[in-house]
């Protein structure tokens, strides 16, 4: 098979020589027909029928679906190349098919190249369109092999990966070694436990990802409360009581992250509550719960509340995500079914939060799996066609920063907010430091302009410190994101008073400054004798590489 040179490593499921069941092509192929890429008329030469945004037909089971999603974005990756194949083999002129099958005829012939030609063994054959266009395809198995093996000649190509933009190519042999990542519920469980049951089932400690094989795990340098498997360690990792209890939860490091930087600032802001807003997962909602959990059960603090605006969210995707946060034991979090721009910055409800995490849409660009990415993270399937080009739209790039900048600047509205996390999975500048660099300028401007709008000028830039910039690439281990932290004063009636001083503290209020104060007040005597920006709190800007 590897000899082939046919034959593209990523399939669907593993299932390339036997083929799909009939849902799963039908799926893939309305998938392909809301995202596939629409040439002017000059240059089209396949027609797809006029209808897009078309419903999903339904599928419960998740690896069908997966395969389905996986199909699809295959073939929008060689959409031009399948398309030359159909047109140069004549199947596209002479075959009596309707255009608003053809998007079921290119995800088949996809799987068809995938399975070198191979009849499909798979018994699932139940839907009549889908028996039609494999009855055509197989008629024409000698002349779209040809047409390959012409296209490759003129091309001088040995694989038909080589023609995917390199950008994919590299997507595409990254996601083959990513690293399984796996947080410790605390609501259910602890770090000691874990290691405990994952020892008895077979797995060891090792001390870095470079020395992960088999059924072993590691401490990620990052996130203290989760632990890296090799991928394939993920069947065994299924079969313990650890996955079936909620107690040890696989998730995508670049999701963790944002979760890891809310505990911090909240011990820093002497607790409150948290507010999420933008495109999460039930997951990563529980995440941050747990990790909460975790600090006030050893600070022996009262609990804080997690707020989460769901109000752009579907109702089936409202629900999944209850579902996963009881699943998961949390207590604490309120579902908002308001959108965060609607939301009032003076509601009494919000008026003990102090941290928002924001996770606003973005790019994927810094994610290697797409695919995989999205079906965890219930994420925007909009962009598919982008991702498989290698390259995002500038209208939609554009779309997506105007979105940025209004989220944060709205969560820089709300009057006790102490610290403002925003998040992307994006390599692109424009949604990252230039959003940062932007949404701070008019921050200040408008301060400037409006003494009376304290809510903006207290705000300190993440630019302007090492300690409030995190950027993590992309590499073969590990998918990147990005994450800027905007903090400010603590607003009076909120906190302690904040001087220079601590002693002036001490004797205008009667009682021992804040930490916040007493931190406050290290870094500038750090900065003053030393130039900088003092040392670094939890994160390091960086490009971070294992």
């Known amino acids: 098979m590897e000899d082939d040179p046919v034959h593209m490593k990523q399939t669907a499921s593993g299932q390339t020589l036997e083929g799909f069941a009939d849902r799963v092509y039908l799926l893939a192929s309305v998938i392909f027909q809301n995202n596939y890429l629409q040439k002017p008329a000059a240059q089209r030469l396949v027609n797809y029928g006029e209808e897009r945004g078309l419903a999903l037909p339904e599928v419960t089971d998740a690896e069908m679906q997966r395969a389905a999603y996986e199909l699809a974005f295959n073939a929008l990756k060689y959409q031009g190349l399948l398309e030359n194949l159909l047109l140069d083999s004549s199947f596209y002129l002479t ?16 799987d068809f190249l995938d399975r070198k030609f191979l009849p499909r063994k798979c018994k699932n054959t139940d839907v009549k369109e889908v028996r039609l266009v494999e009855l055509h395809l197989l008629r024409f198995t000698a002349k779209l092999a040809a047409s390959l093996a012409r296209w490759r000649i003129k091309y001088e190509i040995l694989t038909i990966e080589c023609m995917l933009p390199e950008t994919v190519r590299i997507k595409q042999e990254r996601a083959s070694s990513l690293m399984l990542y796996a947080w410790v519920n605390s609501l259910k469980s602890s770090l000691d436990e874990v290691h ?19 059924k072993t795990f590691c401490q990620d340098p990052h996130c203290e409360d989760t632990l890296v498997f090799p991928a394939e360690a993920k069947a065994q990792l299924n079969l313990t009581s650890l996955h079936s209890n909620h107690k040890l939860i696989v998730q995508d490091k670049a999701c963790c992250l944002g979760p890891n930087a809310v505990r911090p600032l909240l011990q ?27 600090k006030q059960k050893n600070d022996g603090n009262d609990k804080s509340n997690i707020f ?16 996963v946060v009881n699943a998961t034991g949390c207590k604490n979090v309120k579902l908002i079914p308001e959108s965060f721009q609607s939301l009032d910055k003076g509601d009494q409800e919000f008026r003990k939060v102090r941290v928002i995490l924001l996770a606003p849409k973005s790019s994927l660009t810094a994610i290697s799996n797409p695919i995989e990415f999205i079906l965890q993270e219930d994420g925007d399937t909009e962009l598919l ?3 498989a080009q290698g390259s995002i739209a ?26 403002v996390i925003y998040t992307t999975y994006s390599s692109q500048p424009e949604e990252n430091e230039d959003v940062v660099r932007a949404v701070f300028e008019q921050a200040r401007a408008c301060g400037e302009s409006s003494p009376s709008q304290t809510s903006l000028c207290p705000f300190t830039s993440p630019l302007d410190s090492e300690d409030l910039i995190f950027m993590l690439e992309p590499t073969e281990h590990n998918n990147g994101c990005f994450m800027a932290i905007f903090t400010r004063e603590a607003p009076q009636k909120v906190q302690d008073p904040v001087t220079d ?32 920006s003092g040392s670094g709190t939890y994160l390091k800007k960086s490009a971070v590489r294992h």
Do not use: Y
């Not at 989460?308 to 579902?323: A, H, I, M, N, S």
């Open 385 to 387: 066609q982008d991702l």
């Open 196 to 214: 405990s049951v994952l020892k008895r089932a077979g797995f060891s400690r090792v001390r870095s990802i470079g020395q992960l094989q088999a």
């Open 308 to 323: 989460v605006c769901v109000g752009d969210q579907t109702e089936p995707r409202r629900e999944k995500l209850q579902q």
């Open 95 to 110: 075959q009596p098919l309707p255009d608003d099958q053809m998007s079921l005829v290119v995800v088949m012939l996809f």
């Open 268 to 294: 820093e802001a002497e607790n409150g509550d948290v507010l999420m807003a933008g495109c999460f997962s039930g997951l990563t909602v529980s995440h941050t719960a747990s990790l909460i959990a975790m």
């Open 501 to 532: 001083d601590p002693a002036e503290v001490a004797k205008t209020t009667g009682k021992p400054p804040c930490k916040r104060s007493q931190a406050r007040l290290k870094r500038r005597e750090t900065k003053s004798s030393s130039g900088g």
């Open 394 to 419: 500038k209208s939609k790039l554009e779309a997506l920063v105007v979105q940025q900048k209004k989220d944060i600047d709205h969560a820089m509205q709300f009057p006790t907010i102490l610290s």
